[in-house]
């Protein structure tokens, strides 16, 4: 069994930036795919961003183009998100998932963290 474990989420200005990290416990052929998805209050699930481990193939949603960034550190089995100017419609809970397809949809994901909040104040 693969866990996901997330952190770096908190509370930040409008403007402001964060990294968030994910960690795996293990790494599979079913774990090729690291994938963030986030959902606001009301909301939701929405695709986020996604890399290989090799960030060779990566896609990342509209709305969080050229302000969120995926890295990897493969020694750590870490994937981090950099997330900057950040606007109050960020805000919501930030989940790492883990697959092996590079999809957009949730549900083609096998594992999945619990989740880090990020608020964003105006």
């Known amino acids: 069994q693969v866990q996901l474990v997330e952190s770096g989420g908190g509370l930040v200005q409008a403007g402001g930036s964060l990294r968030l990290s994910c960690v795996a416990s293990t790494r599979t052929w079913r774990t090729t795919v690291l994938a963030w998805f986030r959902q606001a209050p009301g909301k939701e699930r929405e695709f986020v961003a996604l890399s290989d481990w090799s960030s060779e193939h990566t896609n990342s949603a509209n709305p969080v183009k050229g302000r969120f960034t995926m890295s990897g550190d493969n020694a750590k089995n870490t994937m981090y998100l950099e997330i900057s100017s950040l606007t109050p419609e960020d805000t919501a809970v930030y989940y790492c998932?883990?697959?092996?397809?590079?999809?957009?949809?949730?549900?083609?994901?096998?594992?999945w963290g619990q989740g880090t909040q990020v608020t964003v104040s105006p």
């Open positions: 998932a883990a697959g092996s397809t590079l999809s957009i949809q949730g549900g083609d994901y096998h594992y």
